[in-house]
């Protein structure tokens, strides 16, 4: 769980967002949208901002920042409030498990959306809508409620935790029930001035992504959603409305999938191999979602496999008669195949597949196939089995889908020498692991095509491990580089604050006013502000009526340096591995770094480094310039030079040169004088040495003592006995 101490010490950055380019519009009430961008601590410590609070909107993860669980958003603009999701975290039990409920007033949220009816999105709803003072409306989609029914009442009864650690019971559920509106795919609704719709989501039956508008100000939150058709379900839809904020899970980061009939060839080759040699095969899946489509893949190779036939498969869950009836109720719901399969006989009738509501009625004799839920191992028939099976070497465990963080389905994956069993002994791990992930989330691709499609300005990552959803980032922004969206990925109760102006006039300009456009007739061009007016033109025309022109910046600075040059190079080689001598001025030692930064000694005193801004030859010089300056901290370094026979007065330059270098990192300010000599300022006392003799003439007794002392050192270091001495 994230220490909510984190947040109170982020650092609050505003970016102003200025449009580039913009699809406009030209109606009274439709203009441009500005946000400004910024991560802000939790609600009663943001500090003070220039924008009017009625514009902005601020999003905060409940639940879900930078973990997989818990999904709940909080989000806040023109006095309206909307939360996405109310779920709970698998890994966690009691309050726990619970999204940051007391960083918010539940009674001044108008609208709850809930995307599916999995656990770690809607199994905090009975106790979010019965044990709090949420006042509002409630929606999902008709299969989503239909299921959520089942699944959180299975929940209650699996869960082995206390009665005081017992969030909800039965009776909050069937009042909640009472309290859940729902609603169609592409229907528009609007509460309280939110007007909101939803698309389908692939992932499971009856997920949605939700579109809500504000004022103009559009948000797309995704939920789980899956962009490949699978054999039962359609794939997520693209909205046809760009939004200002797409607020996107990111499960898998930058990871990709194997392609489907990779992944179920591994699956059914998997289960053949070992029920052939007589072992046991255990499927951890959640009752409903992938376990459906797992359960197609099966009956279908049954029966394509006549010798598998006396080999039983058991969907092994209390749910299992009441999931395949709601199935049937909103097979229009499914892809074409499975319409297209209902019309001759039920897809969900499966020939080869019995049901198996305990393990009190399974009679463990030879080989068979059992799915069984939760699919994290965590408690109910699937823990009971891996505890029974885990031991022989001949059994087989496969996990189809996520395994989320501090399960036993995530321990297991990576296969160690023991386990600990729900009884608290602990016993020997000898079954083959198998990860094939089914899991209807959208990999890398998808996610990349999606929001490559959509474009929209700013980008919100939820839903992820903190590892996973920093990679995706990183990718993200090398992907919309060049362009204006902000992509941010908040911790849990970390708030991101925008600031959006709607509802302003732009006037055309230029070629794009030459024509009167038709009623509902799209502007493109490009929108610039000045002052207080917007004006749309055509990119041609941006130099005509703007002073606006592209230009390359460079930049140059001088960094304080009086050490060896020989010493810069040693270093900068050591760190990269483009390192050339510059040949523009032959007399002034030069460097080019990475083929981006030129450094030079233009004096005793400092180096200067030049490059053309941009953000990796900025990252260069940011690099370059910190480690002078830590060179000039840490004084000078050994640094290997060629073996060359030297001249006597050569070395003694040299030895020079390190005694003055030498006693500059000790005193500081230290000058050379004629004939030798160093002029030593400490506090406003001066000496004088003579660095041949090693005299010192100054008036305060101790600094002359300290700095005979260190000279003497000095030389000695120096200018060590030479061997024919000995």
């Given at each position: 769980m994230d220490p909510k101490g984190e947040i109170s010490g982020s650092i609050r950055r505003n970016v102003l967002r200025?449009?580039?380019s913009s699809t406009s519009s030209l109606s009274s009430q439709q203009g441009e949208k500005m946000a400004s961008v910024a991560t802000a601590p939790p609600a009663g410590k943001r500090p003070a901002s220039g924008g009017r609070e009625g514009d902005q909107m601020v999003i905060t993860p409940l639940g879900?920042?930078?973990?997989v669980g818990r999904s709940c958003v909080h989000m806040t603009f023109k006095g309206r409030t909307v939360l996405f999701d109310c779920g709970i975290h698998p890994a966690y039990s009691g309050m726990a498990a619970l999204p940051y409920f007391d960083e918010i007033d539940p009674s001044a949220i108008d609208v709850l959306l809930v995307t599916h009816f999995h656990l770690d999105h809607a199994a905090s709803l009975p106790y979010f809508l019965e044990k709090t003072t949420f006042k509002g409306r409630v929606f999902m989609t008709h299969a989503t409620k239909a299921i959520y029914r089942l699944l959180l009442s299975d929940y209650v009864k699996v869960s082995k935790v206390s009665v005081e650690d017992m969030l909800f019971d039965e009776q909050d559920i069937i009042r909640s029930m009472d309290k859940i509106e729902v609603i169609d795919f592409h229907q528009t609704l609007e509460v309280n001035g939110i007007r909101f719709w939803c698309y389908t989501a692939g992932h499971v039956l009856g997920a949605a992504m939700f579109m809500v508008d504000i004022a103009g100000v559009r948000i797309l939150y995704t939920g789980d959603y899956s962009r490949e058709e699978d054999r039962h379900l359609k794939a997520a839809e693209i909205p046809q409305f760009s939004p200002d904020i797409c607020i996107i899970?990111?499960?898998?980061?930058?990871?990709?999938h194997q392609p489907r009939h990779v992944r179920e060839k591994r699956?059914?080759?998997?289960i053949h191999n070992t029920v052939s040699q007589g072992g046991r095969v255990l499927i951890p899946a959640f009752a409903l979602g992938r376990a459906q489509e797992l359960l197609l893949i099966l009956d279908e190779y049954w029966s394509n496999h006549p010798e598998l036939h006396k080999i039983p498969i058991y969907y092994a869950s209390p749910l299992a008669k009441k999931?395949?009836?709601v199935y049937q109720t909103y097979i229009n719901s499914m892809n074409e195949r499975i319409r297209n399969q209902f019309a001759q006989s039920n897809p969900f009738h499966f020939k080869h597949i019995e049901p198996l509501n305990s393990i009190d009625n399974f009679h463990d004799v030879g080989p068979s196939v059992v799915m069984a839920s939760p699919g994290g191992l965590q408690s109910g028939l699937s823990r009971q089995l891996f505890d029974k099976w885990c031991?022989?070497?001949?059994?087989?465990?496969?996990?189809?889908?996520?395994?989320?963080?501090?399960?036993?389905?995530?321990t297991i994956i990576n296969e160690p020498r023991e386990v600990t069993l729900a009884n608290g002994l602990t016993a020997a791990l000898h079954m083959q692991i198998f990860y094939i992930s089914f899991s209807a989330h959208a990999d890398f691709p998808q996610?990349?095509?999606?929001?490559?499609?959509?474009?929209?300005?700013?980008?919100?990552?939820?839903?992820?491990?903190?590892?996973?959803?920093?990679r995706l980032k990183q990718k993200l922004i090398t992907q919309f580089d060049g362009t204006n969206t902000k992509i941010v990925s908040p911790k849990n109760c970390q708030s991101v604050e925008m600031y959006f102006s709607s509802e302003k006039m732009a006037k055309t300009i230029g070629r794009l006013a030459e024509k009167i456009p038709e009623v509902e007739e799209k502007v493109s061009g490009l929108l610039v502000k000045k002052g207080f007016t917007y004006q749309i033109m055509a990119p041609e025309d941006l130099r005509v009526y703007t002073q606006l022109s592209t230009a390359n910046i460079t930049q140059r600075i001088a960094v304080p340096y009086s050490g060896s040059f020989e010493v810069i190079k040693y270093r900068l080689k050591q760190i990269y591995e483009s390192v050339e001598p510059s040949t523009e001025e032959p007399d002034v030692p030069a460097l080019i770094v990475h083929e981006r930064v030129t450094i030079r000694l233009d004096s005793d005193s400092y180096v200067t480094l030049q490059w053309s801004s941009d953000p990796i030859s900025d990252m260069v010089s940011d690099s370059v310039v910190a480690m002078v300056l830590n060179i000039g901290r840490e004084g000078p370094k050994v640094v290997p030079v060629e073996e060359a026979a030297k001249t006597e007065e050569e070395t003694e330059k040299v030895a020079r040169k390190v005694v003055h270098a030498l006693m500059v990192s000790l005193f500081g300010e230290v000058k050379v004088a004629e004939e030798g000599m160093l002029i030593i300022s400490v506090d406003g006392a001066v000496a004088r040495l003579d660095g041949r003799s090693g005299d010192v003439d100054c008036e305060n007794a101790a600094l002359k003592e300290r700095i005979k002392t260190a000279f003497r050192r000095i030389q000695g270091a120096v200018r060590p006995i030479p061997l024919s001495a000995s």
């Amino acid at each position: 769980m994230d220490p909510k101490g984190e947040i109170s010490g982020s650092i609050r950055r505003n970016v102003l967002r200025r449009y580039c380019s913009s699809t406009s519009s030209l109606s009274s009430q439709q203009g441009e949208k500005m946000a400004s961008v910024a991560t802000a601590p939790p609600a009663g410590k943001r500090p003070a901002s220039g924008g009017r609070e009625g514009d902005q909107m601020v999003i905060t993860p409940l639940g879900a920042g930078s973990e997989v669980g818990r999904s709940c958003v909080h989000m806040t603009f023109k006095g309206r409030t909307v939360l996405f999701d109310c779920g709970i975290h698998p890994a966690y039990s009691g309050m726990a498990a619970l999204p940051y409920f007391d960083e918010i007033d539940p009674s001044a949220i108008d609208v709850l959306l809930v995307t599916h009816f999995h656990l770690d999105h809607a199994a905090s709803l009975p106790y979010f809508l019965e044990k709090t003072t949420f006042k509002g409306r409630v929606f999902m989609t008709h299969a989503t409620k239909a299921i959520y029914r089942l699944l959180l009442s299975d929940y209650v009864k699996v869960s082995k935790v206390s009665v005081e650690d017992m969030l909800f019971d039965e009776q909050d559920i069937i009042r909640s029930m009472d309290k859940i509106e729902v609603i169609d795919f592409h229907q528009t609704l609007e509460v309280n001035g939110i007007r909101f719709w939803c698309y389908t989501a692939g992932h499971v039956l009856g997920a949605a992504m939700f579109m809500v508008d504000i004022a103009g100000v559009r948000i797309l939150y995704t939920g789980d959603y899956s962009r490949e058709e699978d054999r039962h379900l359609k794939a997520a839809e693209i909205p046809q409305f760009s939004p200002d904020i797409c607020i996107i899970e990111s499960t898998y980061g930058v990871q990709q999938h194997q392609p489907r009939h990779v992944r179920e060839k591994r699956f059914t080759d998997a289960i053949h191999n070992t029920v052939s040699q007589g072992g046991r095969v255990l499927i951890p899946a959640f009752a409903l979602g992938r376990a459906q489509e797992l359960l197609l893949i099966l009956d279908e190779y049954w029966s394509n496999h006549p010798e598998l036939h006396k080999i039983p498969i058991y969907y092994a869950s209390p749910l299992a008669k009441k999931c395949m009836a709601v199935y049937q109720t909103y097979i229009n719901s499914m892809n074409e195949r499975i319409r297209n399969q209902f019309a001759q006989s039920n897809p969900f009738h499966f020939k080869h597949i019995e049901p198996l509501n305990s393990i009190d009625n399974f009679h463990d004799v030879g080989p068979s196939v059992v799915m069984a839920s939760p699919g994290g191992l965590q408690s109910g028939l699937s823990r009971q089995l891996f505890d029974k099976w885990c031991t022989d070497k001949k059994n087989t465990c496969v996990i189809p889908g996520y395994a989320v963080e501090g399960s036993l389905a995530k321990t297991i994956i990576n296969e160690p020498r023991e386990v600990t069993l729900a009884n608290g002994l602990t016993a020997a791990l000898h079954m083959q692991i198998f990860y094939i992930s089914f899991s209807a989330h959208a990999d890398f691709p998808q996610t990349s095509g999606f929001l490559d499609e959509l474009r929209p300005p700013n980008i919100i990552l939820v839903h992820g491990e903190a590892n996973e959803m920093g990679r995706l980032k990183q990718k993200l922004i090398t992907q919309f580089d060049g362009t204006n969206t902000k992509i941010v990925s908040p911790k849990n109760c970390q708030s991101v604050e925008m600031y959006f102006s709607s509802e302003k006039m732009a006037k055309t300009i230029g070629r794009l006013a030459e024509k009167i456009p038709e009623v509902e007739e799209k502007v493109s061009g490009l929108l610039v502000k000045k002052g207080f007016t917007y004006q749309i033109m055509a990119p041609e025309d941006l130099r005509v009526y703007t002073q606006l022109s592209t230009a390359n910046i460079t930049q140059r600075i001088a960094v304080p340096y009086s050490g060896s040059f020989e010493v810069i190079k040693y270093r900068l080689k050591q760190i990269y591995e483009s390192v050339e001598p510059s040949t523009e001025e032959p007399d002034v030692p030069a460097l080019i770094v990475h083929e981006r930064v030129t450094i030079r000694l233009d004096s005793d005193s400092y180096v200067t480094l030049q490059w053309s801004s941009d953000p990796i030859s900025d990252m260069v010089s940011d690099s370059v310039v910190a480690m002078v300056l830590n060179i000039g901290r840490e004084g000078p370094k050994v640094v290997p030079v060629e073996e060359a026979a030297k001249t006597e007065e050569e070395t003694e330059k040299v030895a020079r040169k390190v005694v003055h270098a030498l006693m500059v990192s000790l005193f500081g300010e230290v000058k050379v004088a004629e004939e030798g000599m160093l002029i030593i300022s400490v506090d406003g006392a001066v000496a004088r040495l003579d660095g041949r003799s090693g005299d010192v003439d100054c008036e305060n007794a101790a600094l002359k003592e300290r700095i005979k002392t260190a000279f003497r050192r000095i030389q000695g270091a120096v200018r060590p006995i030479p061997l024919s001495a000995s």
